[in-house]
């Protein structure tokens, strides 16, 4: 017989495994479907990425360099920005030619501009504030002043502020190049460095040459000299008679030489007051109301000149420099001599008299006065040596320190100060002295 509780542990045991069965079973079918799902997820993303070989960048992009290698479904992806796409801004402008450039930034997409700031050397100017670059040769342009004219060009005054660097721009033909050979016209020599384009310009005219040569009134070309070589004037070709010849100063027509030939004072007129040679060195001009007088002595036709004037030094009266005066008729301190600085008064309260005021004359600011900041560049402060500069000194150094550099036609003298905020030593260009100082 069998026992009852052997055969409910058979049953317990039989009813185990089937559920263990079952639960092998579930696990298979759940996992199949987790796998089912996965398999679906990476097809849809396989199907919305792609590789980067296929995907063609927009206007203005262009392929990662390894976008062989990547797939993507946005042009950043797989594409990189050019420089088309980017904007320059401040002291930057854009140039087309880097629009193909790959970038992001000014450094790469963009030209500095010069600026209107920028600083060109002296007979060079600005060229364009907005063209790009960052030398003197990129921005500068020079002026005809620094071109150098050869013949057969010579330099022209009126051009010389022209921005060039040409002949045809900068200068003037000369003479050399025009063509003197042709009728009634002879080479002249003397204009071959003189400026000019025509035969009246440069040449000289034969005697024959009428439409040229036009006697004056009491002249004629004798017929020996029709082809003789004028020097330049009418007067060359033309023999004088006295009737047409003016006299000169000192002289009076002698009518009865009207028909004789002549072309001199000796010639065709006779001596007067203005004949007489008044004599400068000796303080002597000559007497204009008595110019038509005949006379030969320097009290008869001549007035006196500041040069035998004295000055009164004590009355602030001051010879003017290198006898400027000696030769003005005159006879008093407000006609000969200029007044002391010493009695001047400076327009403003920025200047001063100068120290040689009492030695020094003068009437303007120019002449008699100088910056008040003068007294302290000569009392406490230096000048510069040639090769130093005001940004290489210490603060002590820096505020007794100046330099003396030229402005156009005059000086000025450049202060150094310093910058406390980049704690450095600059150039004080804003209160420059103008003119300088007396005696520095």
């Known amino acids: 017989?069998?026992?009852?509780?052997?055969?409910?542990?058979?049953?317990?045991?039989?009813?185990?495994?089937?559920?263990?069965?079952?639960?092998?079973?579930?696990?298979?079918?759940?996992?199949?479907?987790?796998?089912?799902?996965?398999v679906k997820a990476n097809q849809e993303l396989a199907t919305t990425k792609t590789s980067c070989d296929k995907l063609k960048c927009p206007a203005a992009w262009r392929p990662k360099p390894n976008h062989h290698t990547l797939t993507g479904s946005t042009s950043a992806d797989c594409c990189d920005k050019t420089c088309e796409l980017f904007t320059c801004k401040g002291v930057y402008r854009s140039n087309e030619a880097y629009w193909g450039n790959v970038g992001n930034s000014p450094q790469v997409c963009c030209d500095k501009m010069c600026g209107?700031?920028?600083?060109?050397?002296?007979?060079?100017?600005?060229?364009?504030?907005t063209a790009p670059g960052v030398s003197k040769k990129d921005c500068c342009q020079p002026k005809c002043q620094l071109f150098n004219c050869t013949a057969p060009w010579a330099p022209s005054a009126a051009k010389k502020d022209v921005v060039a660097s040409s002949s045809e721009d900068c200068c003037?033909?000369?003479?050399?190049?025009?063509?003197?050979?042709?009728?009634?016209?002879?080479?002249?020599?003397?204009?071959?460095?003189?400026?000019?384009?025509?035969?009246?310009?440069?040449?000289?005219p034969l005697c024959g040459n009428s439409a040229q040569v036009k006697c004056p009134f009491g002249s004629a070309v004798k017929d020996e000299d029709v082809n003789k070589t004028s020097d330049g004037t009418d007067e060359g070709c033309c023999a004088p008679q006295c009737k047409a010849y003016k006299c000169s100063d000192g002289f009076a027509p002698n009518v009865a030489k009207d028909d004789a030939f002549g072309a001199s004072d000796e010639d065709c007129c006779l001596p007067t007051c203005k004949k007489f040679e008044c004599s400068m060195e000796k303080g002597w001009a000559p007497f204009p109301a008595v110019e038509s007088d005949i006379g030969d002595n320097a009290t008869q036709c001549c007035l006196a000149t500041c040069k035998q004037w004295t000055c009164n030094a004590t009355e602030g009266w001051l010879p003017y420099p290198e006898g400027a005066k000696d030769n003005t008729t005159g006879a008093s301190n407000s006609i000969c001599c200029m007044p002391a600085c010493e009695k001047y008064s400076c327009s403003s309260a920025g200047l001063m008299k100068i120290p040689t005021a009492k030695k020094v004359g003068g009437t303007t600011d120019e002449e008699c006065c100088e910056s008040s900041k003068c007294d302290d560049v000569r009392n406490k402060m230096a000048k510069m040596e040639d090769k130093e500069v005001?940004?290489?000194?210490?603060?002590?150094?820096?505020?007794?320190?100046?330099?003396?550099?030229?402005?156009?036609?005059?000086?000025?003298?450049?202060?150094?100060?310093?910058?406390?905020?980049?704690?450095?030593?600059?150039?004080?260009?804003?209160?420059?002295?103008?003119?300088?100082?007396?005696?520095?």
Request: aromatic share 6%; glycine share 6%; proline share 3%.
């Open 172 to 204: 003037e033909k000369t003479c050399a190049a025009v063509n003197c050979s042709l009728p009634g016209w002879a080479p002249n020599k003397s204009k071959e460095l003189e400026i000019g384009s025509t035969p009246e310009d440069c040449c000289t």
């Open 390 to 440: 005001c940004n290489g000194l210490e603060k002590e150094q820096c505020l007794t320190k100046y330099a003396k550099v030229k402005q156009g036609n005059s000086s000025a003298i450049v202060m150094c100060s310093f910058d406390e905020t980049y704690n450095l030593c600059r150039y004080d260009t804003d209160s420059a002295i103008k003119g300088g100082c007396t005696e520095i």
């Open 1 to 38: 017989s069998v026992h009852p509780r052997s055969v409910l542990d058979r049953t317990s045991l039989v009813t185990m495994k089937t559920i263990a069965t079952l639960a092998v079973l579930f696990s298979a079918v759940s996992a199949k479907k987790l796998t089912l799902r996965s």
């Open 116 to 129: 209107t700031e920028f600083e060109c050397d002296v007979g060079y100017v600005l060229a364009d504030a």
